[in-house]
């Protein structure tokens, strides 16, 4: 033991190499294993995907719900129906071409931008049954947006305007024509009154607003309705 001490007092100095070879290898050997435990972490890793790969190729992969395009497709041909059903209240009503006959004039630059816009959704409108592909029933619905905001567009320039495009002979001559309109489709009016003013609605309005076939056919509906019958006096009691 005194020889011991003998020799550590002489050689103390070589404390600090020993000390620092003696941390040296703990960190040596903490590294080592560090590196053995990340090692083994990746394995587990590995082990893991490789069997969740297998377990996801032996099961079938879930099933897409196809029906949503299907539903979007519904949507696209509801909205164009919307729009083409709003643009009929004016093709089909006399009393609002008169009112805005800018939306029966194909010369005004909107209303002609409309009827385009109505041509390329028509054209691109799925027949019934057809399942189109996604490239075309995007290009569908792009256009029945277009088509929407056309007709909008045409609304809103057509009810600014009114008939603002005509002289003011022409505004006379459609104001006349809106007043007999009126005479032709009251039923307190007699049936000769009303024939009468249902051909001066078609003068006035020769040469400045065209009527299509169906408006015509609507309006004479109208004018041909017969007088209300009266009502039988109840029998005395």
């Given at each position: 033991?005194?020889?011991?001490?003998?020799?550590?007092?002489?050689?103390?100095?070589?404390?600090?190499?020993?000390?620092?070879?003696?941390?040296?290898?703990?960190?040596t050997v903490n590294k080592q294993r560090e590196?053995?435990?990340?090692?083994?972490?990746?394995?587990?890793?590995?082990?893991?995907?490789?069997?969740?790969?297998?377990?996801?190729?032996?099961?079938?992969?879930?099933?897409?719900?196809?029906?949503?395009?299907?539903?979007?497709?519904?949507?696209?041909?509801?909205?164009?129906?919307?729009?083409?059903?709003?643009?009929?209240?004016?093709?089909?009503?006399?009393?609002k071409l008169i009112a805005y006959p800018a939306?029966?004039?194909?010369?005004?630059?909107?209303?002609?931008?409309?009827?385009?816009?109505?041509?390329?959704?028509?054209?691109?409108?799925?027949a019934a049954g057809e399942t189109p592909s996604?490239?075309?029933?995007?290009?569908?619905?792009?256009?029945?947006?277009?088509?929407?905001?056309?007709?909008?567009?045409?609304?809103?320039?057509?009810?600014?305007?009114?008939?603002?495009?005509?002289?003011?002979?022409?505004?006379?001559?459609?104001?006349?024509?809106?007043?007999?309109?009126?005479?032709?489709?009251?039923?307190?009016?007699?049936?000769?009154?009303?024939?009468?003013?249902?051909?001066?609605?078609?003068?006035?309005?020769?040469?400045?607003?065209?009527?299509?076939?169906?408006?015509?056919?609507?309006?004479?509906?109208?004018?041909?309705?017969?007088?209300?019958?009266?009502?039988?006096?109840?029998?005395?009691?």
């Open positions: 033991m005194n020889e011991f001490l003998q020799f550590a007092g002489q050689y103390w100095w070589l404390v600090f190499p020993l000390f620092g070879m003696t941390m040296g290898a703990i960190g590196l053995s435990a990340r090692r083994r972490h990746r394995e587990q890793l590995e082990l893991i995907r490789m069997q969740g790969g297998e377990v996801a190729a032996s099961r079938p992969a879930p099933a897409v719900a196809a029906p949503a395009a299907g539903d979007d497709l519904r949507r696209v041909e509801a909205q164009h129906d919307d729009v083409t059903h709003r643009w009929l209240d004016y093709e089909l009503d006399v009393s939306m029966s004039d194909g010369r005004q630059p909107l209303t002609a931008a409309f009827l385009r816009a109505k041509k390329v959704a028509d054209n691109l409108r799925p996604p490239e075309r029933a995007k290009e569908y619905r792009d256009a029945v947006t277009d088509y929407e905001v056309a007709f909008e567009l045409a609304e809103r320039d057509a009810r600014r305007v009114k008939a603002a495009a005509f002289t003011p002979d022409e505004r006379k001559r459609l104001e006349t024509a809106q007043q007999l309109l009126g005479v032709a489709v009251d039923q307190a009016a007699s049936p000769n009154e009303r024939q009468v003013a249902y051909r001066r609605v078609r003068q006035e309005l020769d040469g400045l607003i065209w009527l299509s076939d169906e408006a015509v056919e609507n309006l004479e509906k109208k004018v041909a309705l017969e007088l209300p019958s009266a009502t039988p006096p109840e029998p005395a009691a």
